[in-house]
């Protein structure tokens, strides 16, 4: 399960999930979206149960409707799986910046790719690092290839004044 929390204090996130571990219920922050909304995910039980506290504490809190809980070492057997599949192929250096989702950084070559894809899987997604490390090196704008505007919604949020166009609409 994955829930996204309205919340600043991520230390007192941080320590919900670090109680709720301590109590043997997996939840931990699985995404770092912008600087009021953080995503936890893991067992049903634990997440629904940080949620509890969350509302307890007049923090809102909201289920998203997933298929599995993402960027969690709950996804470790998927990520076994896919760093044996990532072992198969040879990689170049990128030909453009490429962030890592696991670091908010640039990829440092051709060796940090398999790693850094595997990692992605089970590690927490670094959006907001990502985000300033945008505005920091200067882009003008940003493309959002996917369906929907999930990103660019998040970017207006973090960096407002970095225009991002989408890919799906015709008049981008």
Not at 40 to 59: F, N, P, Q, Y
Not at 77 to 84: L, T
Not at 123 to 140: D, E, G, H
Request: net charge negative.
């Amino acid at each position: 399960m994955m829930a996204a929390v309205q919340i600043r204090d991520i230390e007192k996130l941080r320590g919900i999930c670090d109680e709720l571990q301590g109590k043997n219920e997996l939840v931990s922050i699985s995404n770092y979206n912008t600087g009021i909304q953080t995503v936890i995910a893991g067992t049903r039980s634990g997440v629904s149960k940080a949620m509890e506290i969350l509302e307890k504490d007049g923090i809102k809190s909201t289920e998203l409707n997933v298929s599995a809980p993402f960027h969690c070492p709950l996804m470790q057997p998927a990520a076994d799986r896919f760093k044996e599949e990532l072992g198969k192929y040879r990689y170049s250096d990128p030909d453009c910046i490429v962030l890592s989702n696991v670091t908010g950084q640039p990829y440092t070559g051709k060796e940090a790719v398999s790693d850094n894809l595997f990692r992605q899987i089970i590690s927490t997604v670094q959006w907001t690092a990502s985000m300033t490390y945008l505005k920091r090196s200067m882009v003008r704008y940003c493309l959002e290839i996917g369906p929907k505007h999930v990103l660019r919604q998040m970017m207006k949020k973090n960096i407002a004044d970095i225009p991002v166009f989408s890919l799906d609409e015709e008049e981008d």
